[in-house]
């Protein structure tokens, strides 16, 4: 079928009702409480080490005065300007809003409704001066959710995982702030409720509300894909009442691409994203990666770095601006999904042979260096032949019934 | 909740599974008749089970009766080694 849009996402299916998920389930405040073990929750706590970048991002023990993230928690958001301005067309008025995200920072923006499936039922934590606690019941009832997402860095991403890539990673976490921020004060200034949901504070899970806001599609690393930036997008989102026109889901060829790429779960180092099929869970059909694993992970990092970005670098999407990246993708975009696959697995051939099975590359940046470091075992007398992600083997795919084993 | 190595990895020791686990906590001495999981470390993946040649790998709740013992032989080898 021709044209890039379509009404329905096709990354994921709704097959049944969906209950609103408590903040509280979420991975962060799990592991704060200690039930993803002692070790992590201990780790969590103390990851952020000497290193000043992870200390002004938010990990571990910084100072609170020197992160963005902690300061905006304990930020009131302002009132509402009683002089409303009167919205005559709400198509125009979603132009003229994604402009001003757009120069405000966001890289990208899209608009959707809100689906109340993917407001929490609780929150995790709140803003004290508003009068919010953890545990309080949330009541969101805008009408729309404008997504914009900040691209990080591919190159630097590249140097998976390092403090070169941690540094980036937090860097985008914390661009979603100021902008989101700015653009639900203008909301407001134009006398229209709106709410900002950003990074370390948020009522809403933006990944599906961008799917439907036609920013990109589902992979099956549970993630957003651009068609330009691939997963390397930090999500952010403004909730309001103003009137906006919405936009629709997007076809990029996610649905096939991830069928027959598995690069993502070929790669992760802990095993946590599916070689199989989708899963129903939550009454909705997609790809389910193990969280838990994916998040224990990170106490393998030995101190060298703090958020995987594996599946991230190594998606078949993510690629520098490029008019050739622009081409591959416009291809599958703008072949009929039944024939798809005769051009997709000649692409990721070519995708394995350029950019290799496991993308990275050594790099130097300030004082940093990602080149691998040995790796010493601390069991007296273990002769067992440990070695670095690099040279780790890659996954063999598990064969699932009806899904090609690659 | 860790995974366990039992009876099927003595006198093997293929070390498949050491390549595969990525928070490199399966260890053994030339001396050690077999390579042992350590618990503490161990994140659950299950990476190291279709790894292994000998099925020597069971996900702690489906250790096979007759080996049960080797739960506590892959957490008693770490004690006093950290």
């Known amino acids: 079928m021709r044209g890039s849009k379509r009404r329905v996402p096709r990354s994921y299916r709704i097959l049944g009702p969906q209950r609103q998920i408590d903040e509280r389930e979420t991975p962060h405040p799990r592991v704060d409480r200690g039930e993803l073990g002692e070790k992590l929750r201990s780790w969590r706590q103390t990851n952020a080490g000497g290193d000043p970048f992870r200390r002004i991002f938010g990990a571990g023990d910084g100072d609170p005065n020197n992160c963005l993230q902690h300061i905006m928690r304990q930020v009131p958001e302002g009132a509402v300007n009683p002089n409303r301005i009167a919205v005559a067309d709400p198509k125009e ?38 009068g919010e606690k953890p545990g309080d019941p949330i009541h969101l009832t805008h009408g729309y959710a404008i997504c914009m997402g900040f691209a990080s860095d591919y190159y630097k991403f590249l140097s998976n995982n390092s403090r070169i890539s941690d540094a980036d990673y937090g860097l985008g976490n914390n661009r979603t702030i100021p902008t989101t921020f700015m653009l639900a004060a203008y909301i407001r200034e134009m006398g229209y409720p709106a709410r900002a949901h950003h990074y370390g504070r948020g009522e809403v899970n933006p990944i599906p509300l961008a799917v439907n806001a036609g920013l990109g599609e589902l992979g099956r690393h549970g993630m957003l894909i651009h068609e330009e930036y691939g997963s390397r997008l930090h999500l952010s989102v403004v909730t309001t009442d103003l009137p906006l026109a919405v936009d629709e889901p997007v076809d990029i060829g996610v649905e096939e691409v991830c069928k027959y790429c598995m690069k993502c779960a070929r790669t992760c180092p802990s095993h946590s994203i599916p070689f199989g099929g989708r899963e129903v869970y939550n009454g909705v059909e997609k790809y389910r990666i193990n969280v838990d694993t994916c998040y224990k992970y990170r106490l393998a990092s030995r101190g060298q770095w703090s958020n995987c970005v594996i599946c991230v670098s190594s998606c078949c999407y993510n690629k520098p601006t ?85 | 909740m860790t995974y366990v190595i039992a ?4 006198g093997v020791k293929d070390g498949t599974c050491i390549d595969v686990c ?16 350590d618990p503490d470390e161990c994140i659950d993946c299950g990476a190291c089970v279709p790894a292994c040649p000998v099925d020597a790998v069971f996900a702690e709740s489906e250790v096979p009766p007759q080996w049960h013992h080797f739960t506590r032989m892959n957490a008693d080898y770490f004690n006093g080694k950290r």
């Open chain 1, 93 to 130: 008025m979603a132009r003229d809003i994604k402009e001003v995200a757009r120069f405000l920072g966001a890289d990208v923006v899209g608009i959707a409704r809100l689906d109340q499936a993917y407001v929490y039922s609780h929150r995790a934590r709140g803003v004290a001066a508003m």
């Open chain 1, 322 to 406: 490029a008019w050739w990246h622009t081409l591959a993708v416009s291809s599958i975009k703008w072949t009929p999904a039944t024939l798809r696959v005769l051009i997709i697995k000649p692409l990721l051939w070519i995708d394995d042979l350029f950019w290799g099975k496991r993308p990275w590359k050594h790099m130097k940046w300030l004082d940093y260096d990602n080149a691998p470091v040995s790796v010493t075992c601390n069991i007296p007398g273990c002769r067992a032949n440990h070695s670095n992600l690099q040279h780790k083997r890659l996954h063999d795919p598990k064969p699932v019934a009806g899904i090609p084993a690659g």
């Open chain 2, 7 to 10: 009876q099927p990895c003595i």
């Open chain 2, 22 to 37: 990525p928070m490199d906590c399966i260890h053994g001495t030339d001396k050690d008749e077999m390579f042992y999981i």
